[in-house]
């Protein structure tokens, strides 16, 4: 299909590059379920697009993976049905001020337009768990900030351009804090699966006081 | 069920295996050891499959006691080895007695050294693998002295070969495959990148490994969207500077990637001390 390019990653990997958030999520969908399945180690998909990475022992199969990522019909992939995730959060992060001024909004008025987003969760990365959630209001979006914190609390609802999402581990990190998540945690080795979302939910967030 | 104490662990050691495939999609990184071939060789000597655990020793200093018969086999950056103060060698089956001590010492040359113990070393596995990752902190902690670690029971006839030590390399050359994002580039900055002698920096882990050199500026604006990361990324942050991913970096990353390390290269960078020299071929 002319929509995608595929472009070389080493020696069993692919990049595939996809004009959207939806076309990477039904051509991981189709890999997923195709015949090609088998010989992926990993199929990644990140804002706009969608790595494939071959298993060592079958790099040969590369070559028909790329023509087959050339030639997809992802039309055909297996729907799975997003679920609605609640997320109830306390609005006191330490950046809400700052993102106030940054962005002229009041507390409230940043408050309700973080809350209000239509959230779908777009790709995974950076950290287990850690769900990059499309779908922050234009009137929110602000660059990452310019020095990263070296900690950020685990639970931490945090925003950065035209993404949210809730820290699933205190870790290093570039988001403004807007307040903190204090529902089921996001990331859990002990649970199954571990992670709280997957491709595609719609994440609400629940403003708690 | 026989354990090994830690009674000395040198500046980092930690349990690795070969990692956590699979998951990079949720954010997990692979991590597991940062030379793949020293660890497998230390796995085959003693009689393990080649995905047993083992303990990865950065800058050397580990020291263990085993509470029962044990054999162990030391791969990867060569380093001093006594067993109650005997010396022994690297690349062999080490044979010890309840009780004895087998301690490393500083690399001769190299950054990590492998230590195999027949049966593996058997902590927890989280999500199907006992390898630390540095980065998420998945995976047991990194080793302290007075720890315990388990080993298990199943293994197979240790091997009677002597293998010879790493080789020490003036110049270490990473093969390499440009692209996904070599387009984000001149060509003579890709002429540059692939000519230039590189330096190992002093900011290397097992997240991945700073290179100095000449600048890579882009030849174009604007951001790259968050893309998934092969091993070996060679990662070109605006500053010009390459990073080279190894084990445990990020799934995902926002910066173009110009080319790709092939994995013989990766175990070869993963020795390098700061200072190495470092070249791009391709093929």
Do not use: K
Not at chain 2, 228 to 241: I, K, N
Request: aromatic content about 4%.
């Amino acid at each position: 299909m002319s929509w995608t390019r595929v472009l070389p990653a080493g020696q069993r990997s692919l990049l595939v590059d996809l004009p959207d958030t939806s076309a990477v999520h039904a051509l991981a969908a189709w890999v997923r379920a195709s015949e090609h399945a088998g010989a992926l180690e990993e199929i990644v998909p990140g804002a706009s697009t969608l790595l494939v990475v071959a298993r060592a022992d079958r790099i040969g199969a590369l070559d028909r993976v790329a023509a087959a990522l050339e030639s997809a019909d992802p039309s055909s992939a297996p729907d799975r049905e997003p679920r609605t995730i609640e997320v109830p959060v306390v609005y006191d992060g330490p950046d809400l001020a700052d993102v106030c001024e940054r962005t002229g909004l009041s507390r409230d008025d940043a408050v309700a337009a973080h809350r209000d987003g239509d959230y779908r969760v777009a790709f995974l990365g950076f950290s287990p768990g850690f769900a990059f959630c499309c779908g922050v209001p234009d009137t929110l979006q602000l660059p990452r900030r310019s020095s990263p914190r070296t900690s950020v609390p685990v639970g931490s609802v945090a925003i950065a351009n035209e993404f949210t999402a809730v820290y699933p581990a205190a870790t290093p990190g570039g988001w403004h804090l807007l307040g903190r998540a204090v529902g089921d945690p996001m990331w859990d080795t002990d649970r199954e699966p571990p992670q709280l979302v997957e491709l595609g939910d719609r994440i609400v967030f629940v403003e708690q006081s | 069920m026989t354990d090994v104490e830690v009674v000395g662990c040198g500046p980092y050691a930690t349990v690795q295996d070969l990692g956590r495939p699979g998951l990079a999609h949720l954010g997990v990184a692979c991590s597991g050891a940062a030379d793949r071939s020293s660890l497998r060789l230390a796995n085959r000597l003693v009689g393990n499959a080649e995905d047993a655990a083992g303990v990865e020793v950065l800058a050397g200093g580990l020291a263990l006691r085993c509470s029962g018969a044990l054999v162990a086999a030391v791969t990867g950056a060569p380093v001093p080895l006594r067993i109650d103060g005997r010396a022994v060698g690297v690349g062999t089956a080490l044979h010890l007695h309840a009780g004895q001590v087998l301690r490393l010492g500083q690399p001769v040359h190299g950054l990590r050294t492998y230590v195999a113990v027949a049966g593996g070393v058997a902590v927890q596995p989280v999500l199907g693998s006992r390898s630390t990752d540095s980065m998420s902190g998945l995976g047991p902690p990194a080793l302290a002295t007075g720890q315990r670690l388990p080993v298990g029971s199943e293994h197979g006839e240790a091997s009677t070969v002597e293998v010879p030590p790493l080789s020490q390399l003036d110049v270490v050359t990473l093969r390499c495959r440009l692209g996904p994002r070599h387009d984000w580039f001149a060509g003579e900055t890709l002429e540059t990148f692939l000519t230039a002698t590189w330096t190992v920096g002093a900011d290397a882990d097992r997240v991945g490994v700073r290179l100095e050199g000449p600048t890579l500026a882009y030849d174009r604006d604007g951001q790259l969207p968050s893309e998934g990361m092969p091993h070996g990324a060679v990662q070109v942050p605006p500053s010009g500077q390459p990073i080279v991913f190894l084990p445990d970096h990020g799934t995902v990353g926002g910066y173009p990637v110009v080319a790709v390390v092939s994995e013989p290269g990766l175990d070869l960078l993963a020795q390098a001390v700061p200072g190495t020299a470092v070249r791009f071929a391709r093929g």
